[in-house]
């Protein structure tokens, strides 16, 4: 079993930057693909960014050059830089962790960018 824990967000002026972090632990495969989706309210959910555990991403083309995804592999996170924060931006964040077979949530992390 796996588990995410992400942190980080908060309330933030359009033009802000906030950083998401999320945890991992459990029983981790060395492959795997980490990344952060997000849901706003009355939408589905989609991807932000993604990460392989060799380091390949890739971005939703509404993020590209504003936001960056990392990861360290020692201590299986997984960060979300996000710069140039704007409105269409608030959601509910959500770390996910893919292996062959399995796919694992976190709860979810709060970002909100005021006008």
């Keep these: 079993q796996v588990q995410l824990v992400e942190s980080g ?3 933030v002026q359009a033009g802000g930057s906030l950083r998401l972090s999320c945890a991992a632990s459990g029983s981790i495969s060395s492959i795997n693909v980490m990344g952060w989706y997000r849901q706003a309210p009355g939408k589905q959910r989609e991807m932000v960014a993604v990460i392989a555990s060799r380091g390949n991403t890739n971005y939703a083309d509404s993020v590209k050059g504003r936001f960056t995804i990392s ?17 269409e931006d608030t959601a509910l964040y959500y770390c996910n962790l893919g ?5 694992y949530w976190g709860q979810g992390t709060q970002v909100t960018v005021s006008s």
């Design 9 to 11: 967000g908060g309330l």
């Design 99 to 103: 292996e062959i077979g399995q796919n």
């Design 71 to 87: 990861r360290d592999n020692a201590k299986n996170t997984a960060y979300l830089q996000m710069n140039s924060l704007k409105p």
